[in-house]
């Protein structure tokens, strides 16, 4: 051999698919350092990349705020849309029937979805769409400095010492009881649990809606806040320990039967929530909703997937769609012929 | 056929000098919820079989049951189709109305009524038709429910004996209109069958009005607006439809799904070629439209008044972003809830530049069924030839009345689905940037999310942004874009159907009208000549923004009446803020806006009171 030759580079890391992680990241962000949205960014590279997922065929999408500026901080090479406020819904709706071979992934921020967004969210879990929904949910209005959102519990208190005396819409319960089909909350700060869900939504085929208690380190981070990072991390009661198995791996994730739950999702992908304490059935609505009332009584975050309805048919499936994406249908099956055109006047005469 | 024309001059020979033959409206008094439309429906048809050009409209109330309506059909020779003020022949149904109704019309009409409200003692100067409505109905309709719907089917068969409209073709109107129903539609033709009898039997004919056969509907159809609307987007190839229930524009997407299901599921799949939603709100309809215009389909909304208030913000966001979307606005009166089920040209101001910021609109002005359906194929391409929300401004007239009209010709042209870039150009290309003006007609290239190029993303946004779709505040960046968008305009003026000119030899006045106005104003140009030796130019409007003809009609005219189903004389004043200066003084305003559609001689009142106050 040559003695000229150098030690080969160190070989670069690449998913399933041949891409690096660089090939999912963003622009830097312009959000304040620190901030919660930026991590629960960071998971969605991890998320897309580990699952392979090729950038080209995410779309997406935002309505309103510090939070729907951040599609702009991941898959720098997906589309994406920066909508008007609130109505990220209805966006994200006409995105998939045009194109239902697209994979919607839409961020919203509490009062992009809580408030003006509210009229737009419900339908949206009504019409079970495949569509992932994140709520990077501070409580608060960033970009127009630190107003109350209707996500913010009874009793916080913002930075100028104002203390709301209304009680929170909670975003979960709302979903599950509308008919979205994965409902699960989260901690911008927990990777693991985050990472998982995120995963477990991607390959999910219906709505999934991700409340992520993103802290606001501005407007939101201090004493008497209810969505500041101690507080959550002092009162988060995760629901049960997560782990996703992607379709193309062989399950290896140990766990012990009869502690554990194992869901398989459209494409064959499985999440697996191992129980902590009692046992948690998360394909049980009134369970579900109980667990985020007695959590609301008690003053605590609970945190994981509450709710998962594999069944249930899509909003496509209902409207019975074509396979193809609508948008690029040929004029031959888009325009009827002359004959019919024909038989309609005959008909009109 | 030579044989049928040869009959009908023989008939009209025949009759009476004061005989008025083929030239009458005949209008319907009734309660809403009554069942009317069918008996209207099957009148008007009848009349249209025999040759006699005609026109419905009905004139409803905003309520399911209960409230006055009235249906109003005109016949006439010479094919006019407008609304026409005078009626000739009143059938008075509805005892609530019936005083006022009698009291209205000229002397010298007709008045079909039910007997019990002895409307003959309200004037001597009218020719009175008596009929005992309950007892002709019990014997043919022995179910009692249903006679309050089956009774109105009497009067047509009273007035069919009274103006000669054939029975055989109210028969065959019947089974068009009950189609598969065969037993409704024998029990409506028993009922009919009742009313003419009786009139052969009781009442000797008094009155001087005739319909005779005649052969000017020969291949024509009937149809209303919004379904020739539906047809058009059906067969421009719309593939995402999004709606929210509104009068008067409900019936257009209720009609596209009914031919949808028909002629656009994939015969191989048995799927769906198009998706169609019912909004939550028109918020959402718009929002629908946009995410999948963005996306790559061919998009649309219908709706009126309120709901394209409540589009406002995303048809900005839809303008600045250069997304494609046809919105159909069937035009009622408002503000606010307004007069609802009435027609009106009400939106065109706030249309032109709906929403907040520098925002102006590409909008087109069928007049006709048959320009619903190619306006309608028109919008898609328009819309994503120039990447932006389009508007068809139809009105409640238009869309809602049925409408005697040529059949449709098929597209000649292929969809033209604008500026897009796919995988293969970008890999020729390598690269793209979104706003930039490559073509120099301030329209950029742009690629559809899905498309398999690392080249191919790129960010959409409300926000300022540069050329490659960058966020940017910079002053340079936005005046760019926004000097862009206006170019864009200009290209729109080019591109927008042209407006339809009549000139008058003498040039000294013209008339400037668009969508419904058109069927008063051409009966109104004949008036003028007739009775005033008034010979009037005549530019129907199309499109907005005005092909340069528009000015140059301006310009060659000495005075220019703009006809406007508004208060504020809203097309005038686009015209005006378009106009050369020295041109701007010659624009002068024919306003209607009472919430029924404009009729002739309302135009040549108007046109004659100003040219004498000149």
Known sequence: MASTATSPAPPRKVNRIGLEIHAYKGNRSTLCAGCGHNAISERIIEAFYELGIEPYRVAKLSGIGCSSKSPAYFLGTSCGFNAVHGRMPSIATGTMLANRTLLALGVSGDGDTASIGIGQFVHLMRRNLPVIYIIEDNGVYGLTKGQFSATADIGSKLKTGVVNDLPPIDTCALAIQLGATYVARSFSGDKRQLLALLEGAIAHHGTSMLDVISPCVTFNDHEGSTKSYSYVKDHDEPLADISFVPFFQDITVDYAPGTATEITLHDGSRVILKKLGEDYDPTNKVEALRVLTQAHDKGEVVTGLFYVDTKRESFLDLLNVVDEPLATLPESRVRPPKTALDEIMEDLK | ?614
Not at chain 2, 187 to 193: D, T, Y
């Open chain 2, 1 to 614: 056929m030579a044989t049928t024309h040869v009959a009908a001059q023989e008939a009209e020979a025949s009759v009476e000098p004061q005989q008025v033959v083929n030239d009458l409206s005949i209008q319907v008094a009734t309660v809403n919820g009554s069942g009317s439309q069918t008996a209207n429906m099957v009148l008007l048809r009848a009349i249209f079989q025999m040759g006699i050009p005609v026109s419905g409209k009905n004139l409803f109330p905003s309520n399911i049951a209960g409230l006055p309506t009235w249906f109003t059909i005109r016949a006439s020779k010479q094919g006019y189709i407008a609304r026409r003020k005078e009626v000739d022949f009143l059938v008075a149904m509805n005892p609530e109305t019936a005083d006022e109704d009698v009291r209205d019309i000229r002397p010298g009409s007709a008045v079909v009524y039910d007997e019990r409200l002895n409307l003959n003692r309200l004037r001597k100067d009218l020719v009175f038709y008596p009929v005992p409505f309950d007892q002709l109905v019990a014997p043919v309709c022995p179910d009692a429910k249903l006679r309050k719907l089956v009774r109105n089917m009497i009067y047509d068969g009273v007035v069919a004996k009274l103006l000669g409209v054939e029975m055989e073709e109210i028969h065959k109107a019947l089974q068009k209109q009950f189609r598969k129903k065969a037993k409704a539609a024998e029990l409506n033709w028993n009922a009919a069958k009742a009313g003419y009898e009786f009139a052969e039997k009781k009442l000797p004919k008094a009155d001087r009005f005739y319909l005779t056969r005649m052969d000017a509907t020969r291949g024509k159809i009937i149809i209303d607006g919004n379904a020739a609307a539906a047809l058009g987007a059906m067969f421009a190839g719309v593939t995402v439809v999004t709606w929210y229930p509104i009068t008067p524009s409900s019936s257009l997407c209720e009609t596209l799904i009914e031919y949808m299901k028909r002629y656009r599921i994939d015969p191989e799949t048995k799927k769906a070629t198009f998706a169609i939603v019912q909004a939550e709100d028109e918020l959402a309809a718009i929002g629908m439209v946009l995410g999948a215009g963005w996306a790559g389909a061919r998009a649309m909304t219908s709706t009126s008044g309120p709901g394209i208030s409540l589009m406002s913000e995303f048809v900005g966001l839809g303008y600045y972003a250069e997304i494609p979307g046809v919105i159909f606005d069937i035009q009622r009166v408002g503000p606010s809830t307004g007069l609802p089920t009435r027609t009106s040209q009400g939106d065109v101001l706030s249309t032109a530049f709906l929403s907040h910021g520098d925002t102006r609109h590409p909008m087109l002005f069928p007049a006709s069924v048959e320009e619903c359906f190619s306006m309608a194929i028109a919008a898609f391409d328009l819309a994503e030839e120039l990447q932006t929300p389009v508007f068809v401004m139809s009105d409640l007239d238009l869309g809602m009345n049925n409408w005697m009209a040529d059949p449709f010709a098929y597209p000649e042209k292929p969809i033209a689905r604008g500026k897009v870039l796919s995988k293969e150009d970008l890999e020729r290309l390598g690269a793209f940037e979104r706003y930039r003006d490559v073509d120099g007609d301030g329209v950029g290239y742009r690629t559809l999310p899905g498309t398999d190029h690392p080249a191919a993303g790129y960010f959409t946004r409300g926000s300022g942004h540069n050329a490659k779709a960058i966020y940017s505040e910079r002053p340079h960046d936005y005046t760019d874009n926004m000097d862009r968008l206006a170019r864009k305009f200009e290209t729109a003026r080019l591109r927008v159907p042209a407006p339809d000119i009549r000139e008058a030899a003498g040039r000294e006045v013209g008339i400037i009208a668009y969508g419904t106005s058109h069927w008063a104003v051409v009966e109104a140009l004949d008036q003028l000549r007739q009775e005033h030796e008034l010979d009037i130019s005549y530019c129907r409007l199309r499109a907005f923004p005005f092909n340069e003809v528009v000015r140059d009609f301006v310009r060659r005219h000495r005075r220019v009446y703009v006809v406007d189903q508004n208060r504020d004389a809203q097309m005038c004043q686009l015209l005006r803020l378009d106009m050369d200066a020295q041109d701007v003084k010659k624009l002068r305003s024919i306003l209607h806006y009472n919430g029924l559609p404009l009729d002739a001689r309302s135009v040549t009142d108007s046109i004659v009171a100003q040219e004498e106050e000149r």
